[in-house]
């Protein structure tokens, strides 16, 4: 049996004022619930009030990146043993925003610069990094939408798994965590239907499965991400290879993030 997660990852919203009240808010709503993990991803500068938040409630901390190096010149980023510092359980990394598959600062450098850059070989050094140090990654994939069309997503999606799981033991991917986000779906409002998140979150299992055997594709979970709300998600919790979700904008109210946690509870 897997544990469903509900990660609400809270991307560039909250100072530590709100941040705190977002978790004040949401504890209540989530405690005592029985049958899912709840987490919250604030941006770096907020890790702190919102553990601080926590109190008993029983909800985990995750930071939104991490880097691969234990210390040193690397300005900007932030190491493994920091965000355990501050209370992490989780680090997701690879989102298709730090991938830049959002676009490029300019379209005369597109082919050369992106907003962030991570890549399927940056994600699997940071993912045998961090997993030994003792943080779980959450590790994202998903296709674009014209590789959708094109008819390569499951050609994208299992390529990623691939790449970014490359050279992990089967007992380090049972207990990680992937996200499925098709890059189209994402801050749109447009869902992935609910069987099609399904046959894709099993074709990801299906890729363990190839890679690592059955016991590391028959416990590693695999979440939705991309427009998951509160009326959709209970639809797409309850299909067999999806065991949670990222959320992103639905997770910036207490209310509507709640409201899932129950739903992938299955209260
Ligand atoms: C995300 O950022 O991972 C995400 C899924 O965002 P949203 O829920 O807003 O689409």
Redesign the pocket.
Known sequence: MRTPLIAG?W?MNNNRAQARELVEALAPLVKGLEGVEVCVCPPFTALDAAGAAIGDSGIKLGGQNVFWEEKGAWTSQVSPDMLLDVGCTYAIMG?SETRGRFGTVDEALASRLSYFGETDQTINVKAKFVLAKGLVPIVCCGEMIDERKAGKTDEIVSGQIRACLDGLTAEQVAGLVIAY?PVW???TGEVCESNEANRVCGLIRETVRDMLGDAAADAVRILY????NDKNAAELLAKPDIDGG?????SLKADSFAVICRAAAGD
């Open positions: 990852n991307k989102h986000e779906a994402i801050g991400g991309g427009s998951m990222l959320v992103g904008g639905a």
